[in-house]
């Protein structure tokens, strides 16, 4: 128990003098939640739209109304000419355009139908759906409350209710892919790199000479990063729910315990990366090219699985993040329990069992 | 009156496959002894060290170090031996106590053994004013000190030195040379392979290692008169140059 302590305390000293161990420790889970919270998003907000309203009547003004009063528009511009909507385009002030007939009103009261031209910079095609889409909502919204003033031979209207995140904020999706991803880093590339460090340094010929059972020497490398795992994912937790505001809906305890669980899994990936190879240089390759790009890619975060072609698809099933995102995502933001999530437990649970035991023998294996 | 023996190897053989890296090697090291082990790259001494150190399992053949088996205690081996390799083993980013800390930790001393050791071992090497010194920032020659010390901190029965000096300038081997004899005149057996010649002379009996086999055994003097040759340089030469494998 003492040695370990020894070996422990050891351990902690090498992460403390090393700043870019420390920076990769805690500033890159900070980093990475401010980026994907703040600046990366698939939100859009305050997109910069010009009118074109020639008639200027009640029924026009409050359309606009509406969409000025809409977060996702700032209305930039009311300019009086079709040819005036293409400069802006060009000069990029602009992401959308409504052009409003002449006499819209009188229109609208007299024949019960209206045209409203929408226009969109489609040169970035993802915002440009989304703000038509945008657009069209806000005038069938509108449409639906002067038509209540009428009596319809039928109406449908449809409510729609966003489960689980009703606001559509990107945070749901991320916050458990980036701890996916920082547990992931964290755990594998630090503790293959820990590990072939002492073999690159010559020292593991020592340790190994040394009274020390092999698998002290595992635990005593491993343990450290766990803790310091623990505190990253406390950390993301916190900065999830107080800066980007996103609420934990189910069990705390049990997110903990299931994160634990993942970053054993991500530990033994690294002892096994460790076992293969004897430099750091290597590691670190493994490391990031062959765990943090698939987890990345493959885990569901950045691009949904099931639109993934078989090969990909059945590929998928061999990255540990894809099953912890799917229980993240279950506990975190669906406020499900164990028993909704014990098959992709079960299986995370199976790969670390696996992992370790490889990686154990092939430490064996060396000795002999 | 019968010297006792601390290591005792017979016909112990490491094969890979068809490749023998010891062959049947058979010798014994006395208490106090200071046993140097000599080969070319690829002679098989590191082999045999790791062997003898319970790193690794011999395929046949027998060994005892300091009293246990090899086959069957490596544990207990482990327990009784010190080790320096050529890298002088000091974790680079940890103070010289922190080192010595470490060392004694692992080795199983008490906490009132580990603040014993760490002053009486500062003040006999003159460190009290760098203990809290990055071992980085340590001259080579002190490192090496410092390394050596801290394998025998334990006060292990056979200390093994794998290359000890390598890139150090002679004046500090000298004075390494000297922990060395020092340490031997207490009762503990060093068991060390080198490169340096002068060194094979420093040393109280020299084993040459050829192609996984000792071929010569016995004490500086008599290899010498053995091979009718001047220094131990050309004793070397005249056995290492028969050897057939190509050294890694």
Known sequence: ?368 | MEREKVIEVKELTKKYGDFYATNAITFDVYKGEIFGFLGANGAGKTTAMRMLCGLSKPSSGQATVAGFDVFHNPDDIKRNIGYMSQKFSLYEDLTVKENIRFYSGIYGLSSKQIIEKTTSLLSKLHLEEEKNTLVKSLPLGWKQKLAFSIAIVHNPAIVFLDEPTGGVDPITRREFWEMIYEASARGTTIFVTTHYMDEAEYCNRVSIMVDGCIEALDTPINLKKQFNAKTMDDVFLMLARKAKRQAD
């Open chain 1, 1 to 368: 128990m003492k040695q370990f302590l020894v070996f422990v305390r050891k351990e902690w000293s090498h992460i403390w003098r090393d700043p870019k161990t420390l920076f990769i420790l805690f500033g890159m889970p900070i980093v990475q939640i401010t980026i994907f919270g703040f600046a990366l998003t698939n939100e859009v907000k305050n997109a910069q739209i010009a009118i074109v309203d020639p008639s200027k009547d009640v029924s026009t003004t409050a359309l606009i109304n509406r969409i000025e009063a809409s977060r996702y528009f700032e209305v930039k511009d009311y300019v009086t000419s079709y040819n005036e909507i293409e400069e802006k385009f060009k000069e990029g002030k602009i992401k959308i355009a409504i052009v409003l007939p002449q006499d819209f009103n009188a229109t609208l009261a007299h024949t019960n139908t209206a045209q409203i031209q929408i226009i969109a910079d489609a040169s970035d095609p993802n915002t440009a759906t989304v703000l038509t889409n945008y657009a069209s909502a806000i005038i069938q919204d509108w449409q639906t409350d002067l038509n209540k003033k009428k009596k319809l031979p039928y109406t449908i209207t449809s409510e729609l209710r966003m489960l689980y995140n009703p606001e559509l904020k990107g945070a749901f999706n991320f916050v458990p892919g980036v701890m996916a991803m920082v547990l992931m880093l964290v755990s594998t590339l630090m503790t293959s790199i820990a590990i072939v460090r002492e073999k690159e340094l010559g020292m593991m010929e020592v340790l190994l000479v040394s009274p020390l059972k092999p698998i002290i020497i595992i635990l005593a490398k491993t343990i450290p990063y766990l803790l310091l795992s623990l505190v990253n994912i406390i950390s993301i937790l916190l900065l999830s729910v107080f800066a980007l505001e996103l609420p934990i809906a189910g069990s705390l305890p049990l997110l903990i315990g299931l994160s634990l669980l993942f970053t054993i899994t991500s530990l033994s990936l690294g002892l096994l990366i460790s076992s293969v190879t004897n430099s750091q240089q290597v590691a670190m390759l493994i490391s990031l090219m062959g765990l943090f790009l698939p987890t990345l890619m493959l885990s569901g975060f950045m691009f949904p699985i099931e639109n993934m072609p078989l090969p990909l698809r059945i590929l998928s099933n061999a990255v540990p993040a894809k099953w912890y995102y799917f229980i993240v995502k279950a506990v975190m933001i669906k406020g499900l329990g164990l028993k909704a999530i014990w098959k992709e437990t079960s299986i995370l649970i199976g790969m670390t069992v696996f992992l370790l035991v490889v990686s154990i023998k092939k430490y064996n294996v060396r000795l002999s």
